[in-house]
């Protein structure tokens, strides 16, 4: 975990809200950006996000990622549908992602970028998960394939 870079209070708080009893096994921020992603592997093979930013959740599988759908079959929030389409799209070249308990936040504005940082931080995440090396270039390919291929 890197506490050196000074994840945003927010996340750290929402991360104790949640899971109160561990820490993370990875605090990962997205390079050049000012985006984190906390994580902890869970039992099973769904994915539960929380914005800290928007104090929203959402759960889904990658079955659900695929089809935009929550595991209740509803659409997935707008603010999970990079980190969904990048777990979707890392999952089909072979770096799938357990089942986790994640939580997110960052600083930057709202809109596109904000929306990007979240993909880039997921990815990171699923890199650093999979002892994969990465750079912000790399990252910014892996979002841009999701808004072309994956975004409506």
Known sequence: MDFESNPPLRLLMAWQTHYPQHE???LV????RDMWVAGLTVAGHAYYLYNADTESATKFDRQGAKRKRTVL???LPRWARYPAGVIFHLSQQGLVLDGMGLVLAGDE???PRYDYGLGMAMAAL???YHQQPYDAELLLQIVDAVRRDYMD
């Open 24 to 26: 993370p096994q990875w």
């Open 73 to 75: 079959n509803r659409p």
């Open 126 to 128: 699923i890199y650093t």
């Open 29 to 32: 921020k997205a390079p050049e």
């Open 109 to 111: 504005p709202p809109g």
